[in-house]
């Protein structure tokens, strides 16, 4: 095993509501031990009654060199705090973390630069806080210019740069001065698309060059394709630590936040057989069970089969007539030659008639909404940005007559 970069050990971290921290200089700090030299670090705070809420609850988790882990969860989850952890931004209420190697963080747009310095100045500037020598800085200085794409703006103070810029000129520095540990947080949300491929293109280098990612995303898409593993936290504790398609498949049918039917009249349950509710590769035929009890038989009735995406639109519909169920707890299998839909989680709808021998209508014995969720955990092959990712998982080859290309494409990423 790879040697250890990160070890968190019991993380907690707890913040006061309404109360404004201010922070202080060390001539502040000075003087108001002179004022009060009894109540240094003697809990002078301890008397306030502002109600306090807990931003991480006894978060462990350890890293390996090498790794790129994604931090996924709700907004409020606590994945900015245990970034600002790592990075030596603030300091956590209880519990330590061991980080061993340097550290780039991109934690917010323009972290670590001055707006009244030049883009040229940042660039020393940034590389001298990661701790580089200006030799190193300049070895590297043309690459990040050019892979930033501000090379016109160079000379210009940062504070007329648009945040696009910033961010470019910011990742572009954190990634190419070869950290030992990356920090991202959702800042590639800001740049434009071509931007943002870039980045996942450089992340996935520098993963693949033995250095460690922690990445915050809230594009699944992303995380599918760039992290082997995942932390999923849940109001400030972790819910699950694991391989990415297990973690993210979880969260995403937590998202849907739907319970058992408590009035089922025929429906009792569904599965994949040997998969459970998750579809592992949509390009191959997959088989959905589903077990019926029927005080009578079904004659010439109608079966409706059909997936919903989170937003309830139809993905995919079936309708089977005429058919026949005898009367009892029966297993009726529906098989699909592929589903090859984008990743995520979706919904099962399920309908049944019994027309009997009404030529013009019949009995509609249930609409089941089936639970668990349908979980697709196929490799992603579309867009590597969720919004423009569509409905299809289908993968396609770019060939471009005569072009001198770096590599050759592949079908499963488009990196």
């Known amino acids: 095993m790879s040697a250890l970069v990160i070890s968190a050990e019991g993380l907690s971290k707890r913040y006061q509501i309404g109360e404004r921290v201010r922070?202080?200089?060390?001539?502040?700090?000075?003087?108001?031990?002179?004022?009060?030299?009894?109540?240094?670090?003697?809990?002078?705070?301890?008397?306030?009654?502002?109600?306090?809420?807990?931003a991480l609850r006894d978060v462990s988790f350890d890293l390996h060199q090498g790794e790129v882990v994604g931090l996924i969860g709700r907004n409020g989850a606590g994945k900015t705090t245990i970034l600002r952890i790592l990075a030596r931004i603030t300091r956590p209420t209880s519990g330590r973390a061991r980080v061993r190697g340097r550290i780039a963080s991109l934690l917010e747009v323009g972290t670590g630069f001055h707006p009244e310095l030049t883009g040229?100045?940042?660039?020393?500037?940034?590389?001298?806080?990661?701790?580089?020598?200006?030799?190193?800085?300049?070895?590297?200085?043309?690459?990040?210019?050019?892979?930033?794409?501000?090379?016109?703006?160079?000379?210009?103070?940062?504070?007329?740069?648009?945040?696009?810029?910033?961010?470019?000129?910011?990742?572009?520095?954190?990634?190419?001065l070869e950290p030992e540990i990356l920090l991202i947080d959702e800042v590639l949300a800001v740049g434009?698309?071509?931007?943002?491929?870039?980045?996942?293109?450089?992340?996935?280098?520098?993963?693949?060059?033995?250095?460690?990612?922690?990445?915050?995303?809230?594009?699944?898409?992303?995380?599918?394709?760039?992290?082997g593993r995942v932390l999923w936290l849940d109001q400030g504790r972790v819910r699950a630590l694991g391989p990415t398609g297990e973690v993210v498949a979880a969260y995403e049918a937590s998202q849907l936040e739907a319970e058992p039917a408590g009035s089922a009249q025929c429906f009792l349950s569904w599965e994949i057989p040997g998969q459970g509710n998750v579809v592992r590769d949509g390009f191959r035929e997959v088989t959905f069970r589903l077990t019926?009890?029927?005080?009578?038989?079904?004659?010439?009735?109608?079966?409706?089969?059909?997936?919903?995406?989170?937003?309830?639109?139809?993905?995919?519909?079936?309708?089977?007539?005429?058919?026949?169920?005898?009367a009892g707890t029966q297993e009726l299998t529906v098989k699909v030659p592929s589903l090859p839909i984008h990743p995520g989680a979706y919904s099962l709808v399920c309908s049944l008639f019994n027309r009997g021998n009404n030529l013009t209508g019949g009995q509609l014995l249930e609409n089941w909404y089936a639970f668990p969720p349908l979980i697709v955990d196929t490799p992603p092959v579309t867009h590597p940005q969720d919004r423009w990712a569509g409905v299809l998982n289908i993968p396609a080859d770019l060939h471009v007559p005569g072009a001198q290309v770096e590599s050759q494409p592949t079908r499963r990423s488009a990196l």
């Open 192 to 227: 434009d698309l071509k931007f943002q491929r870039k980045c996942l293109g450089k992340m996935s280098a520098v993963a693949t060059s033995g250095r460690t990612i922690l990445f915050v995303s809230h594009q699944m898409n992303q995380i599918r394709r760039l992290c």
């Open 292 to 326: 019926v009890h029927l005080p009578e038989p079904v004659v010439r009735g109608h079966l409706g089969f059909g997936i919903l995406n989170e937003a309830n639109v139809r993905i995919a519909v079936w309708g089977f007539d005429d058919i026949f169920i005898p």
């Open 23 to 54: 922070y202080l200089a060390l001539r502040d700090r000075l003087a108001h031990l002179v004022r009060a030299p009894f109540r240094w670090g003697s809990g002078a705070h301890s008397t306030n009654h502002h109600p306090h809420i807990w």
């Open 120 to 176: 040229r100045e940042n660039i020393f500037l940034s590389g001298a806080i990661l701790g580089m020598r200006k030799r190193e800085i300049e070895h590297k200085f043309d690459e990040m210019v050019a892979f930033s794409e501000v090379e016109e703006f160079l000379d210009t103070p940062l504070k007329h740069y648009s945040t696009g810029m910033q961010t470019r000129l910011a990742f572009a520095v954190a990634a190419h």
